[in-house]
């Protein structure tokens, strides 16, 4: 039976995680507070000492951490995942980093013998929870074919790109359009607002057009009330815009929508707003 | 049996006034150009000799212009809609316009004793054909209700709005979302392709996510092929962005996003792509 | 000796009067609150009882209102300027407008037999005080002769443009470049103190090199200190900003850089800063 | 006697280290390309092997290098300059990098006993010839006290801030508000000839006004010529753009403007405008 190991259990990683335990894998959990791992182990799962140890001990270990900062430390820290690297072992970061961070793991775990696969994923509480996340995978090809089943518990869809680095670009490509997507709606509510319409009629409209989706269903309502519960935290969307920003920069390629929408989230996380729902945006449109 | 005028048969004029005349309603239609008139006459309908003689001859009567300095003119100018409007008189702006003009209208119509009511349309070309278009109306309710049947003609919904100008404010929000949510989904196609991903993959990514919407499902195969095939005018959706952004400006609503998404459209505009689909923005993030 | 008629007392229009009535003109004034008048008529002007009444005495009136709307009203309305043109009267509006209402009252004043020039100023308040003003004058050249000398009382230099309207256009350049010229200070004083660099270092470093202004000379010490005394209130900037990109989306500009600045002047505006110094938009930079 | 040492003879390095040989210093140069040291050898100057051999012979070393990554090889790679560092040695850098890059060299200097100095320019290609640069320095006072005589050959002034970083945090400040001010010079230069002013007559009124400033007195005429003869390369501003917009991302302030400006000067770096002067952004502009 395979060995599965789980590091980083914020939102995200807990449910994915609680869902590989649900179905009955052997998983080995780690997190910088351990606390966060009790109620894992209480499913099932084994209590790693630390993030090289679990790559010592499983086969396919996955990581889902905040940034790139964090996704370097997990992995070449003393104690860190690098330790537990080798022949046979296997290593699917699913965090949203930077193409260089990522780059520098692939690099790290195959000069070790091992084998590497980025899989971050589309998604955020709700869809972590149901098992239906999808996963943007480039790298080692067999391993995505050996992950393949635990990915299906996890999510609903998986991607293979052939070129290493695609994963992550693809995860910022499609979440800057989501954050430009977010303020465009989000100033459409306030001028709205200041014009006297309501926010339940500029709903009732727009899931009647060409533009409706299941983000403006689900969190306009939750808006128009000020409700900002946290499903994709607003500082890891505007990490995502930095990133897809920085990348663009390098390619050559000018946003000027979504230079504009990162500005407001930057707002926003300096306001307050940095642990909130990634809709919270609203509130520096507003303000 | 109530008599219907229809004003303009431009790409939606065209289909909408098809529609009622294919229900068998009687419908006596005009066009600048007359030329457009004669398939629809072809079909039963009645031609007109201008504006003004329409709204003699009929009850209620549908205008659906390009931009509000035509919709000015079609009313007052001589021998214009509103030499023939009077007590039993009933006209029905579909057309896209600023609320000043719309209130003028409005204005003008009631001190000869009619009924008015605008009731701009969302939906493009396929819609206006399929007679799933939705009507945001606000002016004279009991003409709303009057107009109902031939409103559930041509559209799918239809929503009344008690404050005058609120429809056509309705529209200018929800297009002004549409038309920005455009040029990020560009950006984010022009980032894709400088970075190596291909078109079909983002589109298969974003057809899994929470942004997945029947405008991104359309267009973007379409986009991809660089086919701009015209089902609503770029600089139909420039007009409204700009009267949505002259709108937020009275009202003192800052739009970041949509400013800048603005200038895109603009600056197509300009380049060629006026009359090709408001989706060729994508030529002015790629140039 | 010829007579001079002023109306529009703002901050503006009152150093300007001033300024006239001290070089012993004959000059007779007009304001909306007539309080601004007495000052000065103590001074030598005579006091007029309408617009209409000005022009009718002078022989050549000056106007100096806000916005476009206000000059429309002054020359339209009943006992407005339009009441006393004719043939030997000339009138001169030194107010910002757009060019269609610069165009408007042209024709207004042609058609009566009087003269028109447009002649916007650049220049706030010290400048005004000073007779330090320049004045962007199109329309009638015979005019611009005849009014130089008053030209000289209230400015330092008068340009003037064959093409009707390119006064108001020049202006509308000039103020948009200074309007964007100032969030791009304000954005490096708000990023400067955020770092901790002091704004005397940023100001001293700045009057070194090679954008060294009087603007930044003079306003800069001022903003350090978040003193926003109105020489050149936010919302007429604002209005400018706005008529130029407006201008620019009709001849096909696009304007990425203005539009930023003018949605962060649309922000201070609502915010309290309308009439304070246009320099107050580095609240809006800064909240 | 003081032996110096001046690395990278780009165009603002050779300029630079002319002026320190004419005034009859000892000064060892080096670059990449050998041949660009010649007619600096034939004026005086001695030819050093490799930045360590410069380093190692010299007191006090210059380096003028294009960013970040260049400054970082030229100082960490094998050869290097930390191979000469030591008691007794100063360093200053006078390119502009990122303040991490900056920390990372004055804490390697450092800890081999040197001095550092970050000492970044403000002024392009005529200053560097006329020795008429700003240096924004911190780091080492007791090194910036030593080097003031050779920094006053170089410049007509040195600003020296106690926190590590403020120096190039300073420079990017200002080149930040630079590249705004001149991409709404240029948007203004782009509407004035879209409307039918000529570039002559809005520079001859900007020359009067509260915002007339050396950079547009010299680029102006140029930019009114398409001759976009490259004092500061417009890759180098884009550049000290993104640097700025990061760290104001990492500070938390939006830079609206700034940002706008940015996708500009990206457009016109892919356009072909890369190594023209930065005012070539006007191309993207008008294109």
Request: hydrophobic share 45%.
């Amino acid at each position: 039976m395979i060995k599965y190991g789980f590091l980083g259990l914020g939102i995200m990683g807990n449910a994915m995680a609680a869902n590989l335990i649900g179905a009955d894998l052997d998983v080995t959990v780690w997190n910088r507070t351990k606390a966060k791992c009790m109620p894992l182990v209480e499913q099932g799962a084994s209590l790693g000492a630390s993030p090289g140890e679990v790559t010592t001990q499983c086969d396919i270990t996955f990581a889902m951490v905040s940034d790139p900062a964090a996704a370097t430390s997990l992995f070449f820290d003393t104690g860190g995942v690098l330790d537990g690297m080798g022949p046979g072992k296997a290593y699917i970061d699913v965090s949203t980093v930077d193409p260089a961070t990522s780059q520098r793991i692939a690099e790290a775990v195959k000069a070790k013998g091992g084998r590497f696969l980025e899989a971050p994923v589309t998604g955020s509480k709700k869809p972590a929870e149901d098992g239906t996340l999808v996963f943007l995978c480039s790298g080692d090809e067999s391993l995505f074919q050996d992950a393949s089943p635990a990915l299906a518990i996890m999510g609903k869809k998986s991607f293979f790109f052939n070129q290493t680095g695609q994963g992550a670009q693809m995860k910022l490509v499609v979440n800057m359009i989501m954050g430009t997507m977010m303020t465009a709606f989000g100033e459409g509510l306030a001028l709205g607002d200041k014009t006297g319409l309501t926010a339940t009629d500029i709903l009732d409209v727009l899931a009647q057009g060409p533009i409706d989706n299941p983000m403006f269903r689900l969190k306009g309502p939750q808006m128009a009330q000020n409700n900002f519960a946290t499903a994709f935290p607003l500082r890891h969307m505007q990490k995502d815009m930095r990133l897809a920003l920085q990348m663009a920069d390098e390619y050559g390629q000018p946003l000027f929508t979504a230079g504009a929408a990162n500005n407001l989230y930057i707002k926003e996380r300096l306001a307050g707003g940095a642990d909130e729902d990634f809709s919270a945006v609203l509130k520096a449109i507003i303000r």
